[in-house]
């Protein structure tokens, strides 16, 4: 018998797997439910209204990375392994399949969000933003990385540039990603 809390899990795996490929506004709950041989009150259950479901994904999002952030926000050290660890993330998830980052699904339907998915979206994204600025900071001044200009406008750039370069490897090649990343290693002064 599968427990509540594992059909829980199954429905929002289900959820960002369609966001990613369909945008929010792409699937229904019927989508999910028949795809994971329940019924659409099993979703319901768990999540009353899409937007449940939407925070819930954004909320898992934002754990994960204050889960692989969280001592280094703390308590500093090094900053090359949180570099490192986001491009592994990036990486992988983009070998699984999932080649559209959380930013991109939700952007694809942004302004039919609902205004507290998409407060959710932005404080995620500010997050994101302040979490590699502090990065950057931290390794410029223990000299870990080298780079011209400020840290927070680096840091837009290379979100936007692993983002854009996920999406590419999703119509040209998984090469892509990797000419980007090693771009963003040159770019900070990182030997590979």
């Known amino acids: 018998m599968t427990r509540i809390s594992d059909t829980r899990e199954q429905i929002m795996d289900r959820a960002a797997q369609l966001l990613m490929s369909r945008g929010f506004n792409g699937f229904s709950y019927r989508d999910i439910s028949s795809h994971l041989g329940v019924k659409n009150a099993a979703v319901h259950y768990h999540f009353p209204a899409k937007t449940d479901l939407a925070l819930a994904l954004v909320d898992s999002y934002r754990q994960l990375l204050r889960s692989g952030t969280a001592e280094f926000m703390a308590y500093g050290g090094s900053a090359l392994p949180q570099i490192e660890g986001f491009i592994a993330y990036t990486t992988k998830q983009?070998?699984?399949?999932?080649?559209?980052?959380?930013f991109g699904a939700f952007s694809i339907d942004y302004n039919e969000l609902p205004e507290d998915v998409r407060k959710a979206t932005a404080d995620f994204m500010d997050e994101s933003i302040k979490w590699l600025t502090q990065v950057l900071e931290v390794g410029?001044?223990?000299?870990?990385?080298?780079?011209?200009?400020?840290?927070?406008?680096?840091?837009?750039?290379?979100?936007a540039s692993l983002q854009g370069a996920r999406q590419?490897?999703?119509?040209?090649?998984?090469?892509?990603?990797?000419?980007?990343?090693?771009?963003?290693?040159?770019?900070l002064g990182i030997e590979s």
């Not at 983009?94 to 559209?100: A, F, T, V």
């Not at 590419?168 to 770019?187: C, N, P, T, W, Y």
């Open 94 to 102: 983009c070998q699984l399949g999932r080649c559209i980052c959380p």
């Open 168 to 187: 590419m490897a999703r119509v040209h090649s998984f090469e892509i990603l990797g000419e980007v990343v090693k771009q963003v290693r040159q770019d």
């Open 140 to 159: 410029r001044a223990q000299k870990e990385f080298c780079f011209s200009g400020e840290a927070r406008p680096k840091a837009i750039s290379i979100l």
